[in-house]
């Protein structure tokens, strides 16, 4: 995968805002993940974070290790840094074994041209979400709304395809008061419920930012004390018909939302993960990449970041912590460098289950084994728009721009969908020195010479070129045009795929893994003190929900626990 570009993103031609406002009422926010004007200032999250008022000073440094620079592993420096006390001496360093920051947060560059950078992986977030929100503001980057990447035409149009027809559409073009009329002749009071219903959720989930219920110790515990143990124990089905919303409305809105967001159905995903892919209104993002976000957040921590970097051995020792690690080298000349390193406290922060580490002693009760979803992601630039007969739809029809699933009227043919979705980004520009030979002039009735459309694919399974193709308005019969004689078969000017193991099955459940895991054998346990002997864990937090935002509250989440239990070591007590 190539790193996040260092130069500066394209510049965006938007969508009318007013445009997009129309859509947004139209759909009364429950469509916002695919169409929401947001202003470039975003306003400041007012849940703040102060360290402990308590000023106390060790007479030593305290090292401390993060493994992953994604958000867990970037928020749990930057909140290390803005919790301590003024006088603690710490020494952060963070351990990636990619080339780049941002675990799945990462830009691909397309026709690699550095100008033209494209989110590859967790592509938004959202005004609730306050540690990337404040974030951005502090460090001052550039936020666009979830709109197209460049030029685009006047209408945008969405629609929810069931692998036979579209069961849902609606156009910026039209009138708010035909949409709302549409949506609720449809489907009654099922979207305002779905919203109340929403509100009220993750105004409980928001509730984990703030004291007496932040910092937590355990997740479990928390979603009891916040009521949120329903959500988790139900799927979203179950749960939005035990809150009066209708079948119909789940599996044709709410469903296509819990595919597009995490590649699960309504009835395979739990309640408060349903409820976060309904909860997407003003999606936004940072031009250039999101990464940023976790790049700032690191380097104004002050930690040594070791990029290409593989832990892979934890050993104890006492009260201290031996990480053994390889270092490969961008050079294939030179040798892999390898290094041991002691640490005090140690903060693990991505899934356990792919880090391939081994400790010693060994974890005494490990977090169990969680399934992660295969997403594969295919961008691709073409001239052509999607076909209307490939989605059986006569010609000349104006087509989706936004194309999202939903499972077939024969569940039994559900699984067999190639896509999950399909969104035409806009128009980018092409290098003059892209094409050889150079293309002319020519408009084809759809792209130009100087600009392609930029198409993403979520799909379960890798998608050949040649199906890709047939999704396209690529006419056989017209030689004599130019595109048609430089692509023949392959309507494809550029491709860039990536597998992922984006994110974990989110089946309903009511225990999620510790937020400290031990390392020792019983007999150690018996004779330690608790919290002498564990390291700290992120990834729990994923099946609760899995999003950059609540990887970055548990960093934070860790962050404080950390400084809190630094407090009472030098204090002697437990009142931090």
Known sequence: MAPPPASPPAHALEPSPTRRRQLLIGALGLLAFIWFFYPSKVAESQVLHRAPHRQVCPHENRNVAIIGAGSAGASAAYYLDQFRQPCHRINITVYERNDYVGGRSTTVNVYDDPTLPVELGASIFVPINHNLVNAANRFDLPVKNRGRTSKWEDTEILGIWDGQEFVFTQSDADSQYWNIARLLWKYGMSPIRTQNLMKKTVGSFLNMYHAPYFPFKSIAETAVDLDLLGTTTATGQQFLEANGVSGK?????????????????????????????????GGMSIEGGNWQIFDNMIKDSGATLLLNTTVSTITKDSNKYAIRATTLSLDPAQDIESTESIYDTIILASPLQFSNITFSPALSSPPPFIPYVSLHVTLFTSPY?????????????????????????????????????????????????????????????????????????????????????????????????????????????????????????????????????????????????????????????????????????????????????WMEDDTGDGDA
């Not at 789940?250 to 159905?265: F, K, L, S």
């Open 249 to 281: 409305f789940g599996h044709d809105i709410v469903q296509a939302a819990t595919r597009v967001n995490y590649a699960q159905n309504l009835d395979q995903i739990h309640g408060l993960e349903t409820m976060v892919c309904m909860a997407a209104e």
């Open 385 to 565: 728009r999607l076909s209307p007969a490939a989605f059986n739809l006569d010609s000349g029809v104006n087509m989706p721009t936004t194309i999202l699933t939903t499972t077939p009227p024969d569940t039994a043919e559900s699984k067999t969908l190639p896509f999950n979705s399909i969104s035409n980004l806009g128009w980018v520009g092409v290098p003059e020195d892209y094409f050889n030979p150079p293309s002319p002039k020519d408009d084809v009735g759809c792209g130009t010479r100087d600009s392609h459309y930029l198409y993403k694919i979520f799909s379960p399974q890798p998608l050949s070129q040649s199906y890709i193709g047939s999704l396209l308005e690529f006419d056989h019969t017209m030689p004599h045009k130019y595109y048609d004689i430089l692509f023949q078969d392959k309507p494809i000017s550029w491709i860039y795929e990536k597998r992922w193991d984006a994110y974990p099955y989110l089946p309903p459940k009511s225990t999620f893994a510790d937020i400290r895991l031990t390392m020792a054998n019983k007999e150690e346990e018996e004779e330690e003190e608790e919290g002498d002997n564990s390291i700290w864990y992120t990834s729990g937090i994923e099946s609760f929900i899995s999003t950059m935002e609540t990887s970055s509250l548990m960093g934070m989440n860790v962050a404080r626990l950390v400084v809190d239990e």
